[in-house]
């Protein structure tokens, strides 16, 4: 199961520089490849809003 990014995003990209396997980019929330994502929650642990949750 991956992460996925919800409209709660406010595009601040703490979750960017903590996602070990690079699987976070920018737009205009920041989206998680699925294929990439190792189910880590590293970024759900850094958001200030929450937006990261398990698909």
């Known amino acids: ?3 996925k990014i919800t409209d ?3 595009a601040c990209g ?3 520089a903590e996602c070990p396997v690079e699987a ?3 737009g205009d929330i920041y989206v998680i ?7 880590c929650g ?3 642990n850094v958001c ?3 937006a990261p949750q398990p698909e």
């Open 48 to 50: 200030p809003v929450d």
């Open 24 to 26: 976070i980019s920018a």
């Open 14 to 16: 703490a979750c960017e």
């Open 1 to 3: 199961m991956a992460y």
């Open 42 to 44: 590293a970024c759900a």
């Open 8 to 10: 709660a995003c406010i």
């Open 33 to 39: 490849d699925p294929e990439k994502c190792i189910d």
